[in-house]
């Protein structure tokens, strides 16, 4: 990949060089690729702007304003020092463009989108998904003039909590860009001619082989589009009248698709579950499910897993994911499927199982929202905080001081941070619904049968990223809050290399600092709710430290490919014991294993290593903290 990165003054002026014809009529399908949320509100669904430039330079320059207003306006220049001029703004955009080289490929949107979040979450502008505090945006063109994929990113370089500073930041891109040159999948060579034709090929060629084998699998000439409706089927839909699409009764039925990459592709039909026997009385009952040809069934591919369950209204829900993916892997935990019997249909009855917040929040993941009941708590949080949403470190104090027979600092830590994060996801869902009531009530987007589609859109965004910062940051505070009190030094969100922030430094920011200190008893932990390819990120975060320790919550959320990414970067997986036995089949002895967080410390032996302790290996270590390590915490002011 190739970055070029310029500065500037006018970012209405950009945007309009970017949504232009370019100086050579070179710009073809100017659009929108992402942006952070405020800006959606000035795109429309097809990524075109949907209002003038100069208005969409104001609103990405909101930020700015409010540095105005704090009497901060002076951007750093690119030594990262202040602005030797004094001016007002100077060069406050920063513009990066990142292209594919000529010939090596062209790039879907979504790939695309997952790279242009990697490079800024590299170049610590934001972090992956949490892009709360900074305003940007990615405008991609057709092939440039000497045939290069390629996308645009302008960012305001003030955010709410002062001025990103570009120092060295054209040294990073290209660092940055190395690195994701060897580890996105996305970026693999590919002769650009061949880009167009490889994927009808492909299609074309699976679609070929599923029809021969339902031919013959089947026993006649019906189509691809038809499941053999055995025991599981059976028992699932039943084996009373046909129920057919065609004649008006067939069975109301929820289709989706889930990959890693992309959002959950949907389609909203009705299937036709019949027993194709049923005139012949010599012959057994043979159950078929039929569905009709849409978005998600034209993605699937041979190797997928296919989940069929019923909703409470009585809908089907059929559920397609991608083969070794992350959606694939949390399904298998969420419905108890093995890999024993692969290619069969197999039926699993779920309806007594009790769904922690782990499991509904994989639900919602798959599209499916989960309804919390108990709202003892929702009283005393409106009493407290009205229907204006708190900070997180109060809400997550709140959440901590309501499990009263949880004891931080002797309970084992792996049930106290379940029980933390548990509480946490049942208090935000109950009051975010009763907050998203309110704001409705007294705001609706609907009047006299018109959609006000600005606010929906702004209202949703502001949902929609409120949702995606919480559940880290909350997480976050309660690993704090747990190593407070079993008295284990630690900083949180120290300063390292490039301005690098890691979520946990043990024992301290200055022992990191002095190069007389053991490299051997430093600890890095960073802390993810869910690891997807933000795991890449910390391997930058502290390059004194050669094994990280990774913090996850969410079962299923690690495949084989990116398992082999993990040991690739030397980062360690650090869960609660009831999180990693869902990862039995992967994290069998070898390599694979889950370390503590701190098995050593200062004037200690058994640091770091290049290969994992052998005694833990045996032992299947999964704590959250070692009882180990008893010091008086270090935290950054």
């Given amino acids: 990949m190739i970055p070029n990165i310029v500065r500037g003054s006018d970012p209405a002026g950009l945007v309009r060089y970017l949504f232009g014809k370019g100086r050579r009529n070179e710009h073809t399908d100017q659009h929108l690729v992402c942006a952070s949320g405020d800006m959606f509100p000035s795109f429309d669904m097809d990524g075109k702007p949907a209002a003038s430039y100069a208005e969409i330079g104001r609103r990405f320059d909101r930020r700015y304003r409010v540095r105005e207003r704090k009497d901060d306006p002076f951007p750093p220049d690119m030594r990262g020092k202040n ?51 900074v305003t940007w945006l990615a405008v991609r063109h057709g092939l440039s003039a000497n045939g290069n994929d390629h996308v645009h990113i302008m960012v305001q370089l003030a955010a709410d909590d002062g001025w990103i500073n570009p120092y060295h930041d054209r040294i990073n891109a290209q660092k940055s860009c190395r690195r994701m040159e060897k580890t996105r999948p996305e970026l693999v060579e590919l002769a650009r001619s061949d880009t167009g034709t490889r994927v009808s090929w492909q299609y074309g060629q699976w679609r070929q082989w599923a029809e021969w084998k339902a031919r013959n699998e089947y026993g006649d000439d019906e189509g691809w589009d038809a499941l053999d409706g055995n025991d599981a089927l059976r028992r699932l839909l039943g084996t009373g009248e046909d129920r057919k699409a065609s ?10 698709y889930l990959g890693d990459d992309d959002a959950p592709v949907v389609a909203d039909l009705e299937t036709t579950w019949y027993d194709a026997r049923r005139n012949k009385p010599n012959r057994s009952a043979e159950w078929r499910l039929y569905y009709a040809a849409c978005e998600p069934i034209r993605m699937a591919r041979p190797g997928d897993l296919m989940c069929f369950g019923m909703l409470r209204d009585n809908r089907l829900l059929i559920v397609i994911t991608q083969h070794d993916s992350t959606a694939e892997a949390q399904a298998k935990w969420l419905f108890g499927i093995d890999d024993e019997q692969e290619g069969a249909f197999r039926f699993h009855d779920n309806t007594e199982r009790e769904l922690d917040a782990f499991g509904a929040q994989i639900f919602e993941a798959l599209g499916i929202n989960v309804e919390v009941r108990d709202d003892t708590h929702l009283p ?11 900070s997180n470190e109060e809400f997550a104090s709140f959440s901590q001081s309501s499990l009263t027979d949880v004891d931080p600092a002797h309970d084992d830590p792996d049930d106290v941070v379940i029980e933390y994060y548990d509480r946490s996801y049942l208090l935000f869902k109950l009051y975010e619904r009763a907050v998203i009531q309110h704001d409705y009530d007294a705001a ?25 910062s919480r559940a880290g940051k909350v997480l976050e ?19 390292t290399e490039n301005g690098k922030k890691p979520d946990f430094l043990f024992p301290s920011q200055a022992a990191y600092e002095d190069p007389t200190f053991p490299e051997t008893q430093l600890r890095m932990l960073a802390s993810k709710t869910s690891i997807k390819d933000r795991f890449r990120q910390v391997a930058d975060e502290a390059n004194r430290i050669r094994d990280k320790h990774l913090f996850t919550l969410t079962p299923g959320d690690v495949t084989h490919p990116k398992l082999a990414q993990l040991d690739e970067l030397h980062i360690h997986l650090v869960m609660p014991k009831v999180v990693k036995e869902s990862y039995d089949d992967l994290i069998q002895g070898g390599d694979h294993d889950v370390l503590p967080v701190h098995r050593g410390g200062p004037g200690t032996s058994g640091g770091p290593s290049s290969k994992p302790d052998p005694s833990l290996t045996a032992r299947r ?17």
């Fill in 247 to 256: 004649q008006g009764h067939g069975i109301p039925t929820a289709l989706m």
């Fill in 444 to 468: 609706p987007f609907v009047s006299d049968g018109i959609i006000d589609v600005d606010s929906f859109t702004s209202f949703y965004t502001s949902v929609r990223n409120r949702r995606m």
């Fill in 380 to 390: 005393e949080m409106i009493g407290r905080w009205g229907y204006r949403f708190p």
């Fill in 621 to 637: 270590e999964s704590s959250l903290i070692s009882p180990t390590v008893r010091r008086r915490r270090r935290r950054r002011s």
């Fill in 83 to 133: 602005n030797p001029e004094r001016e007002h703004g100077r060069k406050r955009v920063w513009h990066c463009s990142l292209a594919i080289k000529a010939g090596h490929g062209i790039l879907t949107d979504q790939e695309w989108e997952a790279i242009i979040r990697d490079y800024l979450t590299r170049m610590n502008i934001i972090d992956g998904d949490d892009d709360q505090g």
């Fill in 477 to 495: 505070i309660h690993i704090a809050h747990i190593l407070d009190a079993r008295g284990i030094e630690y900083e949180a969100q120290a300063r």
